[in-house]
């Protein structure tokens, strides 16, 4: 399934074998059993072998009806419809449902499932080998599709950062999240403005006084945020008032985080 994890498995790798002493533990086993992200695409999968899914004619997303059986089956359940106010405003396409769209993407981009428009939704042979292998494989599969064969932007998609990332944007996150020690706070803003300096990402729109500000919330979305979706990081943040989404403050890199890092580096050069 992954080919580049199998690639490493030599042993005369001592980096790998250095690096499996260390991850593959019933604690580690545990930490990627327990992934609320690993869990809700074993559930996508699931649904679709045990549901007809026709996708959309336009996209080849889920229908509605669908969407609205399988999201109370997530571990931590998505919003579907906005209230503001006594307002409801009712959800219209799988792109109102990032957690839903998220896992959608990494299960296509991925190779575990085709969805096509018009045309119903089928695993595909590397799906059913993804629902039989264990759940720290499985975790670094998903890992691995997001880190280099998705284009993150979709976790962002503002006009302002053009149609691609900078070529060694994951590259640079990748080594400066590594650097970071686990289980020290590192604070949002300036880990942010680094590697947006580091990176040399820019924003391309008319110019607007909040660009730096737009620039900070893309690191949230696509690097922080997916990062914590993975465990990699746990987050700090500040409530605000009702309506609006918590102030990122800080985060962690946590141990298991730090030995999925590893392991990116390691496929990624694989």
């Not at 019933?26 to 999968?45: F, I, K």
């Not at 219209?92 to 959608?104: A, G, I, M, Q």
């Not at 979706?229 to 990122?248: H, M, S, T, Y």
Request: glycine letters at 6%; aromatic letters at 10%.
């Amino acid at each position: 399934m992954l080919d580049h994890l199998y690639r490493l498995v030599d042993p005369r790798n001592w980096e790998f074998q250095m690096w499996a002493e260390q991850v593959y533990t019933d604690q580690m086993l545990a930490q990627a059993e327990a992934l609320p992200l690993r869990r809700d695409v074993v559930t996508l999968l699931t649904f679709v072998n045990e549901h007809k899914v026709v996708g959309t004619r336009s996209t080849g997303n889920m229908p509605l009806k669908l969407i609205r059986q399988l999201a109370p089956l997530f571990v931590v359940p998505p919003e579907l419809d906005d209230r503001i106010g006594e307002r409801i405003y009712p959800l219209k396409s799988e792109y109102d449902v990032w957690p839903l769209y998220f896992l959608h993407a990494l299960a296509e981009v991925g190779g575990l499932v085709e969805t096509l428009p018009g045309r119903l939704w089928r695993i595909l042979p590397n799906g059913e080998s993804f629902l039989e292998t264990d759940c720290l494989d499985q975790t670094l599969h998903l890992l691995f599709t997001w880190w280099y064969q998705t284009n993150w932007l979709i976790a962002y998609p503002l006009a302002g950062l053009g149609e691609a990332l900078p070529p060694a944007f994951e590259g640079i996150t990748l080594r400066r999240l590594r650097a970071m020690p686990v289980g020290r706070r590192i604070r949002f803003e300036p880990f942010a403005d680094q590697l947006i300096r580091r990176a040399g990402l820019t924003w391309s729109a008319p110019q607007s006084t909040v660009a730096q500000d737009l620039l900070r919330s893309g690191i949230r979305k696509m690097v922080i945020q997916v990062a914590a979706d993975f465990g990699i990081v746990e987050l700090a943040v500040k409530e605000r008032a009702p309506g609006l989404v918590p102030r990122l403050v800080a985060f962690e890199v946590t141990a298991f985080g730090r030995l999925l890092l590893t392991a990116l580096d390691l496929l990624g050069t694989a």
